[in-house]
């Protein structure tokens, strides 16, 4: 069995905050395709799923809300979005929107108000407008999975990699 680890990223409440409500949801970016989170990686729990629109910066300059379903833990208030479906669902957008941007880094910032989002789905707002229906993260991680196998007692098992991505990379927009 493999050992999951969390790399912390930098925690939002530290940092200045894009939306102006409270800041809602810990949030953990899942890179493994064949890790799929029945049990919270926290507290050992079955997750649920939650559908909400998550608020994605996508460089150089594109902020969209994409509505993704994630693994979610009320026990943690943890969200789990699985990074290879939301890169094939970037990359499904983007390739009819601005093929030029598949392949370029992205944050996901934090959640949108759902009767906003239906707002900005029939009639698209300014960055402004739709600040004040935005939700950061409470914190905002990665997670990082060991090698499986027998190591000596004194030995931390190395580091798994995750695979490369195979949708969200220079060149399959075009």
Not at 12 to 33: A, D, M, V
Not at 47 to 64: E, V, W
Not at 97 to 118: H, Q
Request: proline letters at 10%; a positive charge; charged letters at 25%.
């Amino acid at each position: 069995m493999t050992k999951r680890r969390r790399k912390k990223r930098p925690n939002p409440s530290q940092t200045p905050r894009f939306g102006e409500l409270e800041p809602k949801y810990n949030f953990i970016l899942n890179p493994y395709p064949d890790a799929r989170f029945s049990k919270c990686p926290n507290c050992e729990q079955r997750t649920g799923q939650r559908k909400l629109p998550l608020l994605i910066h996508i460089d150089p300059m594109h902020l969209i809300s994409l509505n993704y379903t994630c693994r979610y833990c009320p026990r943690c208030d943890l969200l789990i979005g699985h990074q290879h479906e939301i890169e094939f669902l970037l990359t499904q957008m983007f390739t009819q929107y601005d093929p030029e941007v598949i392949g370029n880094d992205y944050l996901i910032m934090g959640t949108m108000e759902r009767k906003a989002w239906r707002e900005g789905m029939k009639q698209p707002k300014s960055v402004a407008e739709m600040r004040s229906h935005i939700h950061d993260f409470k914190s905002y991680q990665t997670i990082q999975m060991t090698v499986g196998g027998w190591f000596p007692k004194d030995q931390e098992p190395p580091l798994r990699q995750p695979p490369p991505s195979t949708d969200w990379v220079k060149g399959n927009g075009s």
